[in-house]
């Protein structure tokens, strides 16, 4: 099903929730709600549900006015984000609870039951009670419990926050599993960029309740819209310099350095950040562009190292091969790559370059 | 600096003395004395002698009329009461617990009997069902029923006193449980509603089953209340078990027995056997319950 928002609105009193989001979310997706904590995501996904009152704007479903239906009528699945199965049944009657309700004969329900406990892969803990249950074996039966009415579509909150590291990697392989054999439209919500990037089809990131880009992972991490998106994707975070430009040349603050990263002109005297990944920095590389920098540290990572630079007051992280020969104290040339390389108004954020 | 364990055992012990000495004259020892009075024969108040030990006492109480009299009244009173009362509770429970407005003005309304003594409400329940003037016999008037002498009809003895009974206990148990349904986790109710669930099907499916647990303590504790029934007699029949002695209870017995007749003995193995059906009754229904809990 595809799911289309317009200029959705939540106030809680006098806090906008969620500003004015527009977007289409299409058939068969996975896609991700990105945003730090407090920025409205999960808002969004309560609203979709039907939990979360509108306040302004419009849900539609394959061209359905949905805003105010209840959530009973409107055949979502929904994942908490501490799975909230009910303690007091086993693993099969908490599948087969939504079906009961539902009407389905008892045959039938068991029949899904014993379908969806081997998409998830829990075939033997059906007469489990939860808190008999792992953490990822939870979120296994809260997934399973949520598609049994085969939804229109399937809602995560949170779903990965509350395993460990290990299981994180392994659930959130197995929810983009299950997602792909099902080909339900999924949207789950995180604030941890990594899980977005690795497994969705496209990444919704939000900021104090609005939408500042709605791209691919990659597309995202490539063309940032703005400075947020620059910063919130990426680890280690993006390298930031505020300066201004000068005679087509960007002048870190503080320093005598122009570099020459401009690829087309910008206002004399604008203040403006430059933005640099990580991977762009090629650190002790000399070429007609490179500007000198100061060794301020280096951390072994194994093949490579990761080393600290510094220009001004500013410090950079770079990576560089494991077989340099810089010490700490070194003034090492440094040349930027093309890609990665990005000039934000330093006031508004906005993309200039 | 370790201090051996008998040695702090010791100094524990000092520390609880007060309360320790207080339970055991006040607790134990009558207890333990009940017990014991309770096998002595021929016993005597004033002198305290006896004759021998002996279950001459208990086949004495058990051939009484006024006992097996008194056991039916209670068990019946119990067997009425402790299950109406406790399903009415939980059906205001769960009502108080609506997000409604003037929740507070309610849950002050329905626990206000708590606060108020016994024999005050007792006696507004006797004006209640006096005959002439009652609420209740107003109220059956309007739908064509005739008056009904709840206090002073031998067969009505007992309904009246249920009735009482199951309204005097409802306060406590509803705050029991209305704590019990604030301790669920609300999510569950959300989830519920994304599973489709209508409000009847929530309240039996998830309210009730994550209720268990306090809906089997109110159940113990009301039944070892209801087992006791005997003070609320007092303000409804002028301080006697009923019209015609015909409502004793097991308690009222035992108070018959040692204030009126003197029978500090007979009195004793009555409260025995008391204690042995409660005791029992209690041990089965920890059992079932054990059975019964879902998580």
Redesign the interface.
Known sequence: MQIHVENLTKRYGKTIAVNDFSATFEEGKLIALLGPSGCGKSTMLYMLAGIAPVTSGKILFDGTDVTYLPPEKRNVGLVFQNYALYPHMSVLANICFPLEIAKVTKKERLERAGELAKLVHIEDLMDRKPNQLSGGQQQRVAIARALAKRPSFLLLDEPLSNLDARLRLEMREEIRRIQKDTGVTTIFVTHDQEEAMSISDSVILMKDGVLQQYASPQELYDEPINSFAADFLGNPPINKISGTIDKGKFIPEGTELAIDVLKADQSEGTHVTLALRAESLMVNHKSPKSFPALVDNLFVMGKEEIVALRIGDTLLRGYIDASHKIKIGDEVPVSLRSRGVFLFDSHSGVRLQ | MTKSPLKSLGEALLYLSPFLLGVIIFSLYPVANVFLISFKEGYRMATGAFQQYGLGNYTRVLADKDFILALKNTGLYVLFVVPISTALAILFAALLNQKIRFTGLFQTAYFLPMVTSGTAVGLAWKWMYNYDYGIFNYLLSLIGVSPINFLNDVRYGLLSLIIFGIWSMLPFTIILLLAGMQNI?P??Y?????????TT?TFF??TV??L?PTIGLVLIINMINAFKVCSELFPLFNGKPGVAYSLYTVVFYIYDEFFLNRQLATAGAAAVILFFIVFVLTMVQLFIQRKWK??
């Open positions: 986790d999510l569950y959300t989830a519920a509603k994304v599973d489709g669930a209508k099907k499916r998830i089953p994550l268990a879902h998580y």
